[in-house]
Every structure is written in structure tokens, then in C-alpha cells.
């Protein structure tokens, strides 16, 4: 139906940088809202940030002006960069896509597999 496939994650240290990219694929129409979440062991998942198909964004206060947003929308793909990371940003990352119209009407809950972050100190 719809299939999002993420790269880019991997090890960085201390105050470096990542650029995450998750490319949906399948009978897509649109994408209304993608978004990255994050989950460390231990923690709840937690939305980092969204984007819309026009460009609105939200963050998750504590990645606000490290981390930024974006997406082609003619290749319904999404991009996180996130710059001067740190320990606490170390998690799995998971790309979403809500808000998906098809061939099979409209759709939410789509997910990526996930990307590993690992953030050395």
C-alpha cells in the first residue's frame, strides 16, 4: 500500500551533525503530514517533528534550532537535519506519514522501519 524507507542514521560524536531522508513509495496520490518520531530504550516515542504538505512545521521543544524539517513534495520525501546533537538526542527514529490519499481513499498511520542515532559523548 505505502512504504516509507528511511536512511541516513548512523554514529556521530558530540556536537555533530545527521541528515535523516525517509521516502514514501507505493499508490500515493498526496501526503497531508509527515513527520519524524523518536523512541530511546526505556522511553516513550515521541513526535520530533511535522511537516505539511504546505510547509506548516512543529517541533518538540527541546530539538528547536538544532534540528529542521523539510520535504520534496514531488518525490514524497522527507528530510530531518539535526545539527549540534547531543547524548539525549540518541534514539530510534521513525519516519511517519498521515493524512495519505490513494487509490484506496485517505489513510493515516503510515511508519518507516526505523533508523538507528547514536550520539557519542
Known amino acids: 500500500q505505502v512504504q516509507l524507507v528511511e536512511s541516513g542514521g548512523g554514529l556521530v560524536q558530540a556536537g555533530g551533525s545527521l541528515r535523516l531522508s525517509c521516502a514514501a513509495s507505493?499508490?500515493?496520490?498526496?501526503?497531508?503530514?509527515m513527520g519524524w518520531y523518536r523512541q530511546a530504550p526505556g522511553k516513550q516515542r515521541e513526535l520530533v517533528a511535522t511537516?505539511?504538505?504546505?510547509?506548516?512545521?512543529n517541533y518538540v521543544d527541546s530539538v528547536k534550532g538544532r534540528f529542521t524539517i523539510s520535504r520534496d513534495n514531488a518525490k514524497n520525501t522527507v528530510y530531518l537535519q539535526m545539527n549540534s546533537l547531543n547524548p539525549e538526542d540518541a534514539a530510534v527514529y521513525y519516519c511517519?506519514?498521515?493524512?495519505?490519499?490513494?487509490?484506496?481513499?485517505?489513510?493515516?498511520?503510515?511508519w518507516g522501519q526505523g533508523t538507528q542515532v547514536t550520539v557519542s559523548s
Open positions: 507505493g499508490s500515493i496520490f498526496s501526503i497531508n503530514i
Open positions: 511517519n506519514a498521515d493524512q495519505v490519499r490513494g487509490p484506496f481513499g485517505y489513510a493515516s498511520g503510515f
Open positions: 511537516i505539511t504538505k504546505s510547509g506548516s512545521t
